[in-house]
């Protein structure tokens, strides 16, 4: 991790569970399970009963407005799933743009 690790990252988050956009704060981890622990605090904000399940990174220029069909945004916009920790460092370095990520989670109900 970098020494600007402890900045935290704007993240736009696409809820599949709720087919809407948000805009988080992420602090960068080199854990898969501390950045879901991360977004599971927004579902619970929202007054989700959802955990995520799957982290999807997407390339900075593609917007994930809410206006999407789901997926219609699956087949266009080729999202890259984080499936272990070993992603997770390579997708704070190299997809952060102007500090800001795009992400989607698929989730499971607990």
């Known amino acids: 991790m970098s020494e600007d690790a402890q900045v935290e990252v ?4 696409r809820y ?7 805009k988080v704060f992420l602090t960068p ?3 898969l399970d501390e950045l879901k ?3 599971d605090r927004y579902f619970s904000h929202l007054g ?7 982290v999807f990174v997407q390339v900075s220029c ?7 069909d789901e997926d219609n945004w699956k087949t266009i916009y080729f ?15 190299l997809m952060v743009e102007n500090n800001m990520l795009h992400l989607c989670v698929r989730s499971i109900e607990v």
């Open 16 to 22: 599949s569970a709720f087919m809407k956009t948000i």
């Open 29 to 31: 981890t080199n854990k």
């Open 37 to 39: 622990t991360q977004l």
């Open 79 to 93: 999202p890259k799933i984080i499936p272990d920790d070993g992603n997770i460092d390579y997708m704070f370095r």
């Open 48 to 54: 989700e009963n959802q955990r995520a399940s799957h």
């Open 10 to 13: 704007e993240a736009h988050v």
């Open 62 to 68: 593609v917007s994930l407005g809410e206006d999407k």
